[in-house]
């Protein structure tokens, strides 16, 4: 298993240093965290991820489903929902970015390991049927 390069979107500052810690811990590599949509497309852009951990809620004009739609579609780059809002609403809003997973805050280390390989498996898979 190769090591997997993550973007972590997270717009409160502990929080992306703690999941940053935690995915180095489990031998991921962190390539940069972004507080905002807007940022978290440059960054995708720029270091072109593996995957990337987006909460739902963020600071600025532009909120995770939205900036997950437009990484999807421009990077074709995994993405995961790591988020506290859990309600019927925000849940059908983010179907619609096709996430690879939507895991709940406060999350266990093995259910965001276990989402974070069966995400890059599939998109692995996926890209070799293209």
């Known amino acids: 298993m190769k090591q997997a390069n993550i ?3 997270e717009d409160e ?3 992306a240093l703690s999941i940053k810690n935690k995915l180095e811990m489990m031998g991921y590599s962190v390539v940069g965290t972004a507080p905002s949509g ?3 497309i440059i960054k995708a852009d720029l270091f ?3 995957l990337v951990l987006m909460d739902v809620m963020l600071r600025g004009e532009m909120d995770g489903i939205e900036a997950a739609e437009k990484i999807r579609e421009k990077f074709d780059i995994p993405v995961i929902f790591l988020t506290a809002y859990t309600d019927d609403k925000t849940l059908e809003r983010a179907k619609l970015a096709e996430p ?3 895991i709940s805050k406060p999350f266990k280390e093995q259910d965001l390991k276990s989402n974070i390989e069966m995400a890059l498996h599939k ?3 996926e890209i070799r049927l293209k």
């Open 7 to 9: 973007l972590v979107v």
């Open 13 to 15: 500052n502990i929080v």
């Open 38 to 40: 807007e940022d978290a």
């Open 48 to 50: 072109y991820p593996d």
């Open 100 to 102: 690879y997973g939507y």
């Open 123 to 125: 998109h692995e898979k």
